[in-house]
T-cell receptor, first 112, second 114 residues
Framework: DQQVKQNSPSLSVQEGRISILNCDYT??????FLWYKKYPAEGPTFLIS?????DKNEDGRFTVFLNKSAKHLSLHIVPSQPGDSAVYFCAAKKVGTYKYIFGTGTRLKVLA | DAGVIQSPRHEVTEMGQEVTLRCKPI?????LFWYRQTMMRGLELLIYFNNNVPIDDSGMPEDRFSAKMPNASFSTLKIQPSEPRDSAVYFC????????????FGPGTRLLVL
């Protein structure tokens, strides 16, 4: 039973346009969410996080939106760059635990 | 400061053989996590340690898998005997003991069991 779902396995976007990666979760006890980026042959690297007390967090070109009522979060990348081409994982954690549940990832390809 | 170090980076073995994966966490981090990545299931947490003590091993698939953390700077994940369905990328990650703390991942070990 996947508690964190990334329903789009892949996404292609033109350079300079917006990339939107989506993530859905089923557990209302999740209170902290992360996005990781992963290049081939490397481990995932932290990108941006959001707490359940917020609905938006920005860091440069990256913005994460959280819709608690819909149990949905999204990552916006504006403008997209070829170097953003990678696999993006969302992860969620329950209150008071260290255990993150990861989605299966979305492969983003930014076309030059 | 060096990141999380894993060895070997690649391992090819035959079914039935013992496999040992190694991890050195970031100095000062006292939580360590072992993950397995497959196409079908994505990143799955196998086990995590806090201050060298296993806290949650509910993700360990079966008794063929075992993990140890003899000290703060070293951990092993062992598969004995290995099976072809164990083929995956195994990641180690570490973090400080703060609930909202980010986990830092190593480069992974790509395991192929023939």
């Amino acid at each position: 039973d996947q508690q964190v779902k990334q329903n789009s396995p892949s996404l292609s976007v033109q350079e300079g346009r917006i990339s939107i990666l989506n993530c859905d979760y089923t557990n209302s006890m999740f209170d902290y969410f992360l996005w990781y980026k992963k290049y081939p042959a490397e481990g995932p690297t932290f990108l941006i996080s959001i707490s359940s007390i917020k609905d938006k967090n920005e860091d440069g070109r990256f913005t994460v939106f959280l819709n608690k009522s819909a149990k949905h979060l999204s990552l916006h990348i504006v403008p997209s760059q070829p170097g953003d081409s990678a696999v993006y994982f969302c992860a969620a954690k329950k209150v008071g635990t260290y255990k993150y549940i990861f989605g299966t990832g979305t492969r983003l390809k930014v076309l030059a | 400061d060096a990141g999380v170090i894993q060895s070997p980076r690649h391992e090819v073995t035959e079914m039935g053989q013992e496999v040992t994966l190694r991890c050195k966490p970031i100095s000062g981090h006292n939580s360590l996590f072992w993950y397995r990545q497959t196409m079908m299931r994505g990143l799955e947490l196998l086990i995590y340690f806090n201050n060298n003590v296993p806290i949650d091993d509910s993700g360990m698939p079966e008794d063929r898998f075992s993990a140890k953390m003899p000290n703060a700077s070293f951990s092993t994940l062992k598969i004995q005997p290995s099976e072809p369905r164990d083929s995956a990328v195994y990641f180690c990650a570490s973090s400080r003991e703060i609930v909202q703390e980010t986990q830092y991942f190593g480069p992974g070990t790509r395991l192929l069991v023939l």
